[in-house]
């Protein structure tokens, strides 16, 4: 194993790494660094968690520091969550530096990123609609990029965002411009664009999807009808009792569902999802990191990526349709190492997955028994009508409407119906209808 010395780091660089605990590089830092150092065009199949900021953002900045003013590298991601990760990560090993980091997404008033992007900044991190937004009001000289990271491409491609990375790629200078391209999954449409774009390419893998889901991983189910789903999500709460613990669902509204008959049966839930306001979905983030609440209901979307650690268990409340989706979620319990549990509720139409999952992923899926009796006659449909008609009105969908781009990440994520959402798929007729609405699931079980 190589340190980062031997990857010809410079000694700056070495030293703000050293302050956050980067000492030994990861394999897709040791298998990456070199390609971009040597000016190569990088695709690279490699999930979060794997250390593939880093990759990308370690030589790069060697690279453009003293260079002088303009964007020399823009970091494209799908949802605010994640640039905000990336921004912070910037900021850390810039320190010292001249290199000014900078951050725009959607969801918040565009003037105060308009005056810092007049001020100047060589790195720009941020989410494809409010990118274009700046781009169309003239805000964004991209021609000076000389590094183009698309990190999770996969996701924003599932998003809708094919176009808007197109046109914002078209804004930079193909002679200068190198791009650096990072995925989970490699669909063919993610490899069109690597082949188009890029000219002197590499492509690098980081582990294998089955590696993904760790032999320590306990990966446990059990078959519901969908409307026994919430007695068989608490008396599961009940036998294992999850510590800190991610529950996800496909949709927004369903994921408000559950809050409210957590919040009903006496949890301290919170709530993630790319309909909450910014300051919202942040300050829930920030809740489960601090550990003030152990239960983080979600989208996957929303989800996607946060970089929680010690994460115990997942529960999938709604299964996902895609095995990758699976392996997405639960790789997640066991980062950095610790044991994990996965649990997911199937409903009959989606016993053929266990299969799946199982042959697509490499794992044992458990069925477990779950006495759900005591829970049965609870009327969940009053539980989740209460809470929207009384207090704890969390905000939901901010701006839907408005037809602009300012809310940026995930703003596709609902639009056009698309995707179902708060009354489209749960809101006052109560959790049966549900089922009714399958056909407004989004694609993937996002
Ligand atoms: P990422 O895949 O970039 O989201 O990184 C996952 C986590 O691993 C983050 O918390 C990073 O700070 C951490 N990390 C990445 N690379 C290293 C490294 N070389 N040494 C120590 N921690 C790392």
Redesign the pocket.
Known sequence: MSNFRDLAIDEWLLENMKK???????EV?EKSIPKILEGHDIVVRAK???????AYMIPTLQMIKGKGNGIRMLIVLPTRELSL?VYH?GRQLTRGTSIRVGIVYGGVSINPQIDRLREGVEVLVGTPGRLLDLMERGELDLSKVEFLVLDEADIMLDMGFIDDIETIISKTNRAIRKMLLFSATMPNEIVKIADKHMKNKVRLSVGSEEEITAEHIKHLYCVASSSFKFSTLLAYMKKYKPKKTIIFTATQGRTENIYSVLKAVGYKPLLLHGGLTQAKREHQIGEFRAERGDILIATNVAAR?I?IKEITDIINFDAPDDPKIYVHRVGRSARMGSEGRAFTIFEYSQIHMVGVIERIAGVRLEKVRLETKEFDNLEFGRMIRERRETEDRLPRFAGRGHGDRSHGGERRGFGGGRRGGYGRDGGHGGYRRDNRDRGSRPRNGY
Do not use: A, L, Y
Not at 48 to 54: A, E
């Open positions: 956050i605990g980067f000492e030994t590089p990861t830092q979060t968690g794997t250390g593939k900021t880093g990760q990560f990526g970089d």
